[in-house]
């Protein structure tokens, strides 16, 4: 009897120090170099735009035979799980495993009783799930805790939430006015720049869109730059014609922005350097240059004063590359201070002016 007492107090102490041992190896972290990484976890989609709702599929594929429990943590800021129909919805569970059954379902984690082998998988569905409202990387962290050990799986479920679908463009001119197009050798290209915006439906800015920059008139518009910010910008020339409605149209796909350009006449009047004009009572001529504001070939009236003082046809100049109207007449005999002198086109209408002052 002694002995047998004696025999079965070993027995327990052995069972003891096994059930300790197991819980030892239950708590230490699987230990990939010795086993590898006992599966992975995915979801699909993997990519989708923020704000949108969808059915997400997670699926567990073990490399080995595998019994425990798998433990699925939502991610920041998407829909909180769910056991009750609506958003949110945790079911649809499929599996090919020898026994694979939801335990339990939190707003934030779900888990998975699980015995399966290599080769067999597992897998549930997360119905009604809305998509943060934000661009971000959604890791939905997996664990395994079995008696091989317990840790985070190597590859983790990961759905990238991308800015999109574009819906709306905004359209920018630096200015809605510029001179028209003269030679360098009077004032030089005229342009303003041209910045079109493109977000989502939630604000976001859409960085990598085929953006569109075009003019219904003769401006000349630049390749577009991609600022990297959801902002596209082209450069606009003036042309040579004046222009009062020119439309400056940014377009993606069906989206579409429109800005108004007026492109101005530039006439300038060039004072003469004979000593001889400067003097009251003598003759005097007047040079419009770039009168491109008045219809090719048409009599051009100037005025001094109030008072029309003679009459000129617009020609090109070579030298000055841009069309000259000179008028020549004779100053009054007494200096009257500041004068307006205007030329106005016959048939066009167009009128330009500018002041003159001679106090001596």
């Not at 798998?70 to 079911?91: C, D, E, K, Q, Y």
């Not at 989206?255 to 060039?270: D, G």
Request: hydrophobic share 40%; proline share 7%; aromatic share 8%.
């Amino acid at each position: 009897m002694k002995r047998l007492f004696a025999t079965g107090r070993i027995g327990i102490s052995l069972l003891a120090v096994g059930i300790s041992a197991l819980a030892t190896v239950m708590l230490a972290p699987i230990p990939a170099a010795a086993s590898g990484s006992p599966g992975s976890e995915t979801v699909s989609p993997s990519s989708v735009f923020v704000g949108s709702t969808h059915d997400l599929v997670f699926t567990f594929q073990p490399n080995q035979a595998v019994v425990g429990l798998l433990t699925v943590r939502n991610s920041p800021s998407w829909t909180a799980f769910s056991a009750s129909p609506g958003p949110g919805h945790i079911g649809g569970l499929t599996s090919t495993c020898t026994k694979a059954a939801i335990t339990g379902i939190g707003a934030t984690a779900i888990t998975v009783a699980l015995n399966c082998r290599s080769g067999q998988i597992e897998s549930f569905s997360y119905f009604g799930a809305s998509a943060p409202l934000s661009p971000q990387t959604s890791t939905f962290v997996t664990s395994l805790q079995s008696p091989g050990g317990s840790g985070q799986l190597a590859a983790q479920p990961v759905v990238q939430v991308e800015p999109g679908p574009a819906s709306s463009i905004r359209l920018t001119l630096s200015s809605n006015t510029v001179t028209a197009q003269v030679s360098t050798e009077l004032l030089g290209p005229q342009t303003v720049t041209a910045t079109a915006a493109v977000a989502d439906p939630f604000g976001n800015p859409m960085t990598s869109e085929p953006v569109l920059l075009a003019t219904s008139g003769d401006a000349s518009v630049s390749l577009v730059t991609n600022n990297g910010d959801g902002t596209y910008a082209a450069t606009i020339t003036a042309s040579s014609q004046p222009d009062s409605g020119e439309a400056i149209v940014a377009s993606d796909g069906a989206l579409q922005a429109t800005q108004i350009l007026t492109e101005t006449p530039y006439v300038s009047l060039y004072y003469p350097s004979s000593s001889t004009c400067l003097q009251w009572g003598y003759s005097c001529f007047f040079d419009f240059l770039n009168t491109y504001g008045f219809a090719q070939g048409e009599t051009v009236n100037v005025t001094f004063a109030g008072t029309e003082v003679g009459a000129c046809v617009p020609t090109y100049n070579d030298y000055l590359q841009t069309t000259v109207c000179q008028v020549s007449f004779f100053l009054p005999a007494e200096p009257l201070g500041a004068y307006e002198v205007v030329a106005t086109g016959a048939s066009s209408g167009y009128a330009a002016s500018t002041a003159f002052v001679q106090d001596s």
